[in-house]
């Protein structure tokens, strides 16, 4: 993609730093930064990830050197370098102060935890301590860069308000078009990296260096999408969907095989399971604009109608299913509680739906949880739930043994997780197709305006059930594989807020988080709902804390979630619109932006 390199000129710094001085102190600064991590951070390998060691960065100084090394990078894009222009077609220097500050972040938690843990700064090496200087003559620097956006009355602007208009950049202007395969080759390349940052988060040893990589991934991207490179990655990644998808699907496949430990493997067979849950709810919530609040029902009846016919010695029904025929039976099962909960109840619109769906998620939790042989028929073992659920077996494959495959050994886990990876690009297909149909344009314009899409001949009535029979019944194929994963269902695992995920108020957050009605939305905001929590078990106590904080400031800074379509972008962001040609299709499902009587 070729890009040509302009500054918008007029944008005041934010501090009064000469150009030339501010740009030539950046570059300085990230390079001692640099240069820092290759010298020994503290003098005891007690601390974790050995930072003793000089000419070999390890642990939290391999993310000091990559966000310095990045910083360097489009510090040296703006002097309009060849072959280092296409990094920045949008901002030119917000890129370079985020990534400034992500340096400095990450660098000053390594020295605050490294002091923390070894009982003072005495304990830090010199190395320490010039990346740390580094990083702050770097921010300092950078904050003299002019802004890339020009503020209409910088002048009476308070500093919080001119330093995050120093943050702020234009959207890149469209690409040239590059050949297909270039372009193929560049989403490949970057669903290759995609898997590698994960790989390397979900497979850090311990709580500090997994804080570190939070603070650098996130100043990265966020530069990178101030850069422009995200919204041209995005822009390719729509014109070629369905390769997109493969890759997609590709890079999941592979990711078991990037992973030594089960431990790691298991998390992602959650993550999917969570995900994929969350998929469903955007069905019901984000395109049909229902608000459910016991949509975790839904995947404990999936869980607990497989666990009956799985063979467990503590079923009550006491027979065993083969494995499509116990994926069928608790698909079913929960398809069946959807029509007969939604048939009854959706009717009602807003609040009134919300509550009387939070009553069922309740009711079914209590009454599995009685259905014990005294308060109820003795049915699911009450409160101790059905333990013991052997592993699937498929066409003679065990799920609970290793496999050699390819000369990689894969466990249990790993081969749950690619169970759980087929269900999961199952409900991605059905979620697509759905919403790009007659029925999904139909859905988006009753969660619009129920009122004029029942005016225009749009059965509401009819449309919202199929919409609550679909959620209901992709959550309760998630359910069987969660069964099978957890080797146990019981009622504890299915309530409304907790703090192990899945439950109804996390689902719920992921997909506000991701962003609702679109694809890739849920995924991304299961994901890191679940992955933070398993990385960072001391935030187990504080969770619902945490995540009613995170949802706060979601709302008052980027209120359309992580990956939203266009129509939630207008719609929260009327002054941003951008000064090209409005696409046919949103970026995610083609939902967002079509026309609801199309």
Request: with cysteine; proline share 4%; glycine share 12%.
């Given at each position: ?88 077609p949008g901002g030119t ?211 607990y109608a497989a666990a ?112 759980m990876l087929v269900f ?175």
């Open positions: 993609m070729t890009t040509h390199h302009t500054t918008t000129p007029g944008a005041a710094p934010f501090l009064a730093i000469p150009t030339a001085a501010a740009r030539l102190g950046t570059l300085a600064g990230a390079a001692v930064a640099f240069a820092g991590t290759f010298l020994a951070w503290t003098w005891t390998s007690k601390f974790p990830g050995d930072l003793t060691v000089t000419g070999y960065p390890g642990g939290l100084q391999v993310l000091t050197l990559v966000s310095a090394a990045l910083t360097v990078l489009l510090a040296l894009s703006g002097y309009g370098i060849r072959g280092l222009r296409w990094l920045t220097n917000s890129p370079v102060r985020l990534l400034a500050l992500g340096t400095l972040g990450t660098t000053g938690y390594a020295i605050g935890a490294i002091a923390y843990d070894l009982g003072g700064a005495v304990n830090l090496e010199p190395g320490a301590w010039v990346s740390g200087i580094g990083a702050l003559i770097a921010v300092v620097a950078a904050l003299g860069l002019p802004g890339d956006q020009p503020t209409s009355d910088a002048a009476a602007a308070g500093a919080w308000e001119r330093f995050r208009d120093s943050l702020r950049a234009p959207s890149a202007p469209r690409a040239k078009a590059l050949p297909d395969w270039a372009e193929i080759l560049i989403i490949v390349a970057s669903f290759g990296i995609g898997l590698y940052v994960f790989s390397y988060g979900i497979d850090t040893d311990y709580t500090e260096l997994f804080i570190g990589f939070l603070i650098t991934v996130g100043f990265a991207f966020t530069a990178l999408r101030r850069a422009g490179l995200v919204s041209r990655l995005t822009a390719l990644t729509t014109k070629h969907r369905n390769i997109t998808l493969i890759a997609a699907l590709v890079v999941a496949v592979c990711f078991p095989f990037t992973q030594q430990k089960e431990e790691y493997a298991l998390i992602g067979a959650n993550i999917l399971i969570f995900a994929t849950v969350a998929l469903g709810l955007n069905v019901v919530v984000g395109l049909a604009g229902l608000l459910d609040l016991g949509y975790v029902a839904f995947l404990g009846v999936g869980a009956l016919v799985s063979g467990s010695t503590f079923s009550s029904v006491g027979v065993q299913f083969p494995f499509w025929a116990a994926v069928v039976t608790g698909a079913a099962a929960s398809l069946v509680f959807g029509v007969l909960i939604g048939a009854p109840t959706l009717r009602l619109r807003g609040d009134y739906l919300a509550i009387v769906t939070l009553g069922f998620g309740e009711i079914f939790r209590l009454t599995v949880n009685n259905l014990n042989g005294n308060s109820g028929p003795d049915l699911t073992n009450g409160s101790q739930g059905i333990p013991s659920i052997p592993d699937l077996k498929f066409f003679g494959f065990d799920f609970g043994l290793k496999h050699d495959i390819l000369g990689f050994s894969l466990g249990r886990s790993a081969n749950y997780y690619l169970l999961t690009a199952a409900v991605v297909l059905v979620f697509r197709r759905s919403g790009e149909s007659r029925i999904g344009r139909a859905w988006v314009a009753i969660r619009e305006d129920e009122t004029a899409a029942t005016a225009m001949g749009i059965n509401a009535f009819r449309l919202k059930l199929v919409a609550f029979a679909l959620g209901a019944t992709l959550a309760g194929l998630a359910g069987t594989v969660q069964a099978h994963v957890n080797y146990t269902v019981t009622p504890e695992q299915y309530q409304f807020a907790g703090s192990v995920p899945p439950n109804s108020a996390f689902l719920l957050a992921a997909v506000i988080l991701g962003g609702m009605g679109t694809l890739s939305g849920p995924l991304v905001g299961a994901a890191l709902l679940y992955l933070i929590p398993a990385k960072l078990q001391f935030m187990q106590d504080y969770q619902l804390f945490l995540f009613g904080v995170a949802l706060i400031l979601l709302m008052r800074l980027r209120p359309e979630g992580l990956v939203a379509d266009r129509r939630k972008q207008l719609e929260f962001h009327e002054n941003d619109q951008l000064d090209v040609p409005e696409p046919r299709q949103s970026e995610e499902t083609g939902v967002g932006t079509a026309k609801a009587g199309a």
